[in-house]
């Protein structure tokens, strides 16, 4: 690994440099530490830009780097995933060997039901082991998974398999949500119902919480399937053929495909665990998040793993499963070194716990650093964790989009002076632009939206599934030669990043990404309602949460709790309870522009309790206090 030897002795200052002068020796050098079949013929395909491609013409597969290779050079024996459920009551621990066997029969399964290369499989699975063996069994052959979150309500479902059009779908019977069974195939067959593309098969698990009821000729069952099934060998595939496709929430109902290809997401993946996470092969990692999401794929299941770490697959809340005490005992059971989790589960510890007593009745002598992510981090929350814990926390910034830190620490070279509130500084691949409205970069100190010069690093999107012009319009176009993050921020005068805001409709609810659009045409379509408006506003726990206020159409009289409440039970179906929409009023209007426009913002800034200036363009300012009084009315601003 000759980059690591070389770099260990740099500062941050100096490795950012040496990427500047020469990103392409920068990540051919990275890339000496990964296993290819063939080396790429370029480390940068720029002929078709602006779709960049890292390490074309290289062979590669990423199971093997996960798993095979580690089993050949000396940690068969060791431990690669521990499964760890407080809610079942249960610990599982598989070595490398282990995991490599389950793996390899899984695909034998998935080869044997006729999947192939490039084939689409959707995985919608609560956090079992199962489903890590699923996403690298697909790894392995060179099939295309797409996980879904199971927090998703079974429209959500139909959307993405009518998008990827798997050929067949991995769940389970149920997922547990602290003490509620939530029954995962009754929304699977929903969901099936819906769509308009349909897989040709369904493999369920049948978890002992619950009995999936199967359909003849389509479903079959995990465990009946694995008794026969023959192990297979990896498949090499093209280092820029897609490992996966995540929806994430776009500015509308329609969620966007993104895809991370093999190759550039081995090599930034394998390089942000030395240099960013500070951790070493052998050691313990724990993202505390879902496969569902983008910290599950990266740093749950394939970061870990391609460098040879143990990764621990928590089935759990960080409250209530069953004490705020459980993340020590997780941390100190199993000998974690870093944890990586989103602010929100500090907040619900720190709620549940404030003076840390949990905190003390666990030997946390091995933990060495907290990474935190996923929405922005008050200082409050940061300092108590750093008080508590006596360990370096770090707030790090990152997209489903880039599947790694664009902003962090480098942990493992120079812990650079922490700024609570600052996603610190920089990463190697990225050169961060704050721009203004001119689209010229703005001083700093000042805000604007914060952009990427192109290319990406290895790694990021190479575009969205089967939609080349989408990915254009929705990153590439408002600034020609940049890539649009859709967070607005500022530099500081010592280059730290702040991230402040998006600049769409894009709110984050306990460190989950969701569209307040979606939530909207969900509101629209309720026969009531004539107009309507969702905001993100702050919540104490989980950063913000969604509230919609609806004008409705002339002429109804039913009491306006009864269509509040379908209202939110609309959202709950047709979006899922993750979007946590809990709050909704009618209004007798919405606050506009002369054009038009909803006052969203102003209307956020009511509801915040923070100062707002009377904008220029409104249509009747009379409105605004019609609306501060409806949301004075539900208790906003909280005092
Ligand atoms: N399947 C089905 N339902 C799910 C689900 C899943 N996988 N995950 C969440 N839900 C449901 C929850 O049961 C809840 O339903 P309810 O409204 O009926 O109670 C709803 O979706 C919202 O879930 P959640 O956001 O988890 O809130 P919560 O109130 O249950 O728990 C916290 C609050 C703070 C404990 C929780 O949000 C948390 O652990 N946050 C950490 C955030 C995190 O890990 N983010 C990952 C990104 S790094
Ligand atoms: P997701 O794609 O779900 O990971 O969400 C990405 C979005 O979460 C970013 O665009 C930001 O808006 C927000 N986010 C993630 N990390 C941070 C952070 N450290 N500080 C502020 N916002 C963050």
Redesign the pocket.
């Known amino acids: 690994m000759p980059i690591l030897e070389g770099m260990m002795t740099k500062s941050y200052q100096a490795i950012y440099n040496q990427w500047q002068v020469d990103p392409i020796g920068f990540w051919a050098a990275a890339a000496e530490d990964i296993h290819w079949y063939k080396k790429w013929d370029k480390v940068l395909d720029d002929s078709n830009a602006p779709f960049y491609h890292w390490f074309s013409g290289a062979q590669v597969n990423s199971c093997y780097n996960a798993l095979d290779r580690h089993v050949e050079n000396g940690r068969a024996g060791q431990l690669a995933l521990i499964y760890d459920s407080p809610v079942t009551n249960t610990v599982k621990k598989f070595t490398y060997a282990e995991l490599l066997d389950q793996v390899a029969r899984f695909a034998g399964v998935l080869r044997s039901r006729g999947i192939e290369k490039g084939d689409r499989v959707i995985i919608y699975m ?2 079992v082991p199962e489903a890590v063996m699923a996403m690298l069994a697909c790894a392995r052959i060179g099939a295309i998974h797409s996980v879904v ?3 998703f309500a079974a429209k959500e479902l139909a959307t993405r398999i009518d998008d990827a059009k798997p050929k067949l779908i991995v769940s389970a019977s149920c ?1 547990i ?2 003490a ?1 069974i ?1 029954e995962y195939k009754p929304l699977l067959d929903e969901a099936i119902e819906l769509s308009e593309h349909k897989p040709h098969a369904c493999i369920i698990l049948q978890r002992p919480q619950a009995q999936a009821a199967m359909v003849a000729g389509r479903d079959v069952s995990w465990d009946e399937v694995m008794q026969s099934s023959k192990p297979v060998e990896c498949v090499p595939v093209a280092a820029t053929d897609p490992l996966y496709i995540l929806y994430t929430s776009g500015t509308t109902g329609i969620p966007k495909g993104v895809v991370h290809d093999n190759g550039g997401h081995l090599v930034a993946l394998k390089w942000s665990m030395q240099y960013i996470y500070g951790i070493n092969p052998g050691e313990v990692y724990w ?4 496969v ?2 983008i ?1 599950g794929h990266s740093y749950i299941v394939y970061a870990p793993l391609f460098h040879g770490c143990t990764t621990i697959l928590y089935e759990g ?4 499963t069953p004490d705020p005490g459980v993340f020590w005992r997780v941390i100190s059971e199993h000998n974690v070194t870093v944890l ?3 602010p ?2 500090f ?2 510890i720190k709620r549940d716990d404030p003076n840390g007593e949990y905190v003390r009745k666990y030997d946390l002598s091995n933990f060495r650093t907290l990474f935190l ?2 929405e922005r981090c008050d200082p409050a929350t940061l300092h108590w964790a750093e008080q508590q814990l006596g360990v370096p926390v770090i707030d790090h910034w990152w997209q489903t989009e880039t599947a790694w830190p664009i902003c962090a620490n480098l942990m493992g070279i120079e812990h650079l002076p922490v700024k609570p509130g600052s996603a610190t500084v920089p990463m190697p691949g990225y050169d961060v632009r704050v721009l203004g409205e001119n689209k010229q970069e703005v001083v700093s100190g000042q805000i604007g939206d914060i952009v990427i010069k192109l290319p990406l690093p290895p790694g990021c999107l190479p575009t969205l599934w089967q939609n080349d012009e989408g990915y254009k319009q929705s990153y590439l176009n408002s600034f020609p030669g940049y890539y649009i993050t859709a967070d607005a921020g500022y530099k500081d005068d010592d280059g730290y990043l702040w991230i402040m805001s998006r600049t769409d409709d894009i709110i984050n ?4 990404r969701l569209s307040t659009g979606a939530m909207e045409e969900v509101l629209a379509s309720h026969p009531d309602v004539a107009e309507c408006s969702v905001i993100g506003v702050a919540d104490e ?2 950063g913000e949460v969604p509230l919609g206020t609806v004008v409705l159409k002339t002429g109804v009289e039913r009491p306006h709790d009864e269509i509040v409440k379908e209202l939110i039970q609309m959202v ?1 179906e047709k979006i ?3 979007a ?1 929409f ?1 709050t909704a009023t009618v209004v007798k209007r919405q606050p506009k522009t002369r054009s038009g426009k909803i006052l969203r913002g102003t209307m956020k800034k009511i509801a915040d309790g923070a100062v707002y200036r009377m904008p220029a363009t409104i249509d009747d300012p009379a409105v605004l206090d019609e609306i501060a009084a409806d949301l004075a009315a539900l208790g906003y601003p909280h005092k």
Do not use: Q
């Not at 993202?287 to 879902?290: G, L």
């Not at 609810?509 to 989950?512: F, I, P, S």
């Open positions: 609560p956090m979150f199971g927090g997922g949500e602290v509620r939530i993202a505390a998040s879902d569902g999401w910290v809340k960080p409250v209530g990586f989790t989103a929100t589960t907040r619900a992510a996923g609810v306990a460190g989950h726990l989980k709950r899922g309870p993750v946590s809990k």
